[in-house]
């Protein structure tokens, strides 16, 4: 089992910015970012691999950056331009992908994920 933890979360106001940590005990395929609004689905917004490949949710795209450092286990999500509607639990998650093929892939699908940390609560004000 991995196990994650989460940093960085907090109160901005509309525009904002905030960077999300994420510590592994381990390092797997893929890792990713994921958030949850009050009665809403657990939302996958962007996933990178070991390689480097990353993927973004369209609500996010040109907004947030995902990043990893390798050395030290490691992920970030840099979160500019923040609006209210980002306001949610946001969760890393660490996983091994979907073998497609010959290919592995690294996708914003929460079943292809294997460990979660705690979570922690973004919130943006208007």
């Known amino acids: 089992q991995v196990q994650l933890v989460e940093s960085g979360g907090g109160s901005v106001q509309s525009g904002g910015s905030l960077r999300l940590s994420c510590a592994a005990s381990?390092?797997?395929?893929?890792m990713g970012w994921f958030r949850q609004a009050p009665g809403q689905e657990r939302e996958g917004i962007s996933v990178?691999?070991?390689?480097?490949?990353?993927s973004y949710a369209e609500s996010v795209k040109g907004r947030f950056t995902i990043s990893q450092d390798n050395a030290k286990n490691t992920l970030y999500l840099q979160m500019n331009s923040l609006k209210p509607e980002d306001t949610a639990v946001y969760y890393c998650?660490?996983?091994?992908?979907?073998?497609?093929?010959?290919?592995?892939?690294?996708?914003?699908?929460?079943?292809?994920?294997?460990?979660w940390g705690q979570g922690t609560q973004v919130s943006v004000s208007s």
């Open positions: 998650a660490a996983g091994f992908g979907a073998l497609l093929g010959r290919r592995r892939y690294c996708r914003t699908y929460a079943d292809e994920y294997i460990s």
């Open positions: 381990v390092s797997t395929y893929c």
């Open positions: 990178i691999a070991s390689d480097g490949t990353t």
